[in-house]
């Protein structure tokens, strides 16, 4: 076990990188849940969706600015795709149980990953980055992919924004009321079912961009979408459900779990994230973040 000075920096970036790659993702996902109450099993999907997306759009340009292109287009992409999912899977069932809730967005899961394989096929893709962003970056003495240092940065920078639209902004005054009372904000003459959609796609799009900036770092095929709504899954419970600082929190203890799991118990090291979750669970079981629900 080697714990010196520059192979735990080395594990620290590793980890942060690793936490934040996936971060978007489970940003989106407890956006949707804290204003709609429905737990989304597909949209580990509109991850992959976005991957594709940045894929076709960044190899169709075939230059460095492509793959911004790329990034650009998997945003609103996705974003599109969540405003239909909306209208015409989860507008109609928001009074309904939750197991219906759950065996609908379940299947929705295995239709993504049908019209994946058909369009864009079985094989394995990958995602350069932009020349820009390629090469390694010296950080405290440790040589470290200059694209996953940028990737994290970027990161922060989406939370900044995010978290200022929600708590700053008017239609962020609005996801806050809907997600509170949406009975009380109908009958105060706001349009719910708009604001439902236009939250929805906010959540869509975030977890496409987290695929599209994800693809450079990682292979793009189908199947990641289960592996990225599990680890998502993870994130916002440590992180509390609804709250955009416990994502965060939750996607840095994430991604350091995995990278000192590694060293510490390597034979375990897959487990380590649901040890983490489990004692989240049990000591704050609505997340470190979260609120009690009365």
């Not at 795709?81 to 209208?87: D, L, T």
């Not at 998502?232 to 992180?239: E, H, L, M, Y």
């Amino acid at each position: 076990m080697d714990l010196s000075l520059h192979n735990c920096i080395s594990q620290v970036l590793a980890g942060l990188s690793g936490g934040m790659g996936v971060f978007l993702c489970a940003l989106g996902l407890s956006v949707a849940f804290g204003a709609l109450k429905i737990l989304n099993l597909a949209h580990g999907s509109i991850f992959m969706v976005g991957m594709y997306i940045c894929y076709s759009v960044s190899t169709f340009f075939s230059t460095s600015n492509g793959f911004f292109a790329g990034v650009l287009a998997a945003f609103i992409g996705t974003a599109l795709v969540g405003g239909i999912m909306e209208v015409l899977i989860f507008r109609p069932i928001y009074r309904r149980e939750e197991l219906d809730q759950f065996m609908i967005t379940f299947g929705a899961v295995f239709i993504f990953i049908d019209v994946v394989k058909l369009v864009w096929g079985t094989d394995y893709h990958s995602i350069p980055p932009p020349m820009i962003l390629r090469g390694p970056i010296n950080i405290f003495g440790v040589v470290f992919p200059k694209y996953n240092f940028y990737l994290m940065f970027f990161a922060l920078i989406v939370f900044v924004l995010v978290y200022f639209f929600i708590h700053k902004t008017r239609w962020g005054m609005l996801i806050r009321g809907v997600t509170v009372d949406r009975d009380m904000m109908d009958a105060l003459g706001i349009d719910v079912p708009r604001v439902f959609t236009v939250t929805f796609m906010i959540a869509c799009g975030l977890s496409g961009l987290g695929g599209a900036i994800s693809g450079a770092t990682t292979c793009v095929a189908p199947g990641i979408d289960l592996v990225v709504l599990l680890e998502s899954f993870i994130i916002v419970v440590i992180g509390g459900m609804g709250s955009v600082p416990g994502v965060l929190i939750g996607s840095l203890l994430f991604g350091l779990g995995n990278s000192f799991g590694i060293i510490f118990i390597p034979k375990m090291a897959i487990g380590f994230p649901f040890f983490l979750m489990l004692i989240v669970l049990i000591l704050r079981p609505f997340g470190l973040m979260g609120k009690e629900i009365k």
